[in-house]
T-cell receptor
C-alpha cells in the first residue's frame, strides 16, 4: 500500500529565507510520481511541482524545488526566498498505479 | 475553461438523509476521484475511477457510493449521512496515459451533518 508521511504539522519561516518541507513515502511500485500541492486559506488546491520516479534530476519550478532522494524515499519541497503569500497548507502526494494519495499536510507561516 | 466543477459548495444534512455531490470535468480525463479533507488528516481517498464504468475503493469508502456512467461525471452519493461524514469534499481529475500528470481539483464542498 502507498503511504505519504509529512512529519511537520506546522512550520515558521522568516520572509526571504528558504524553507524545506519534509515528505517521505512508501510504495512497492517501481514507477510512481510525486507531487506537491499548496492550499491557501481560500481552500483551493494549487499544483506546485512534480517528480517522476525515473527522473534523475530534481524538479524545479521557479522558487520551488523538489529534493528527491529515491534511496531514502524522500521528496522534500524547498521554497526559496519565502514570501508572505507562501503562507498556506502544503500537501505531498504520490501516484502509483491508479491511486493518488496524500499526506496529512504541513502548515507554513511566513513571518515579516 | 470550466475544469472541474463541484456542486454544491455548501450543504447541511440531517443525520440519516441521503444526498449526491456532483462532479463534472470537461478535460476528457480518464481518472476521477473523491477525497475528504479533515483537520490533521490531509486528503483521504474515498473512491476513484479510471474510466467510464470502472470504479474502485480508496482508503475510506464506507458510507459512500460512486458510479461513472460517462467520462465527464463522477457523482458521490452519501447513502445515510452521519455526523462523522462532516468534512470538506474534493473531486479531482487527471489524465492517466502519457505519464504522470497533475490532478485538477474542484473548489470543494463543505458538508455538515447535524
Amino acid at each position: 500500500a502507498q503511504k505519504i508521511t509529512q512529519t511537520q504539522p506546522g512550520m515558521f519561516v522568516q520572509e526571504k529565507e528558504a524553507v524545506t518541507l519534509d515528505c517521505t513515502y512508501d510504495t512497492s511500485d517501481q514507477s510512481y510520481g510525486l507531487f506537491w500541492y499548496k492550499q491557501p486559506s481560500s481552500g483551493e488546491m494549487i499544483f506546485l511541482i512534480y517528480q517522476g520516479s525515473y527522473d534523475e534530476q530534481n524538479a524545479t519550478e521557479g522558487r520551488y524545488s523538489l529534493n528527491f532522494q529515491k534511496a531514502r524515499k524522500s521528496a522534500n519541497l524547498v521554497i526559496s526566498a519565502s514570501q508572505l503569500g507562501d503562507s498556506a497548507m502544503y500537501f505531498c502526494a504520490m501516484r502509483g498505479g491508479n491511486k493518488l494519495v496524500f499526506g496529512a499536510g504541513t502548515i507554513l507561516r511566513v513571518k515579516s | 475553461n470550466a475544469g472541474v466543477t463541484q456542486t454544491p459548495k455548501f450543504q447541511v444534512l440531517k443525520t440519516g438523509q441521503s444526498m449526491t455531490l456532483q462532479c463534472a470535468q470537461d478535460m476528457n480525463h480518464e481518472y476521477m476521484s473523491w477525497y475528504r479533507q479533515d483537520p490533521g488528516m490531509g486528503l483521504r481517498l474515498i473512491h476513484y475511477s479510471v474510466g467510464a464504468g470502472i470504479t474502485d475503493q480508496g482508503e475510506v469508502p464506507n458510507g459512500y457510493n460512486v458510479s461513472r456512467s460517462t467520462t465527464e461525471d463522477f457523482p458521490l452519493r452519501l447513502l445515510s449521512a452521519a455526523p462523522s461524514q462532516t468534512s470538506v469534499y474534493f473531486c479531482a481529475s487527471s489524465y492517466l496515459t502519457g505519464g504522470f500528470t497533475e490532478a485538477f481539483f474542484g473548489q470543494g464542498t463543505r458538508l455538515t451533518v447535524v
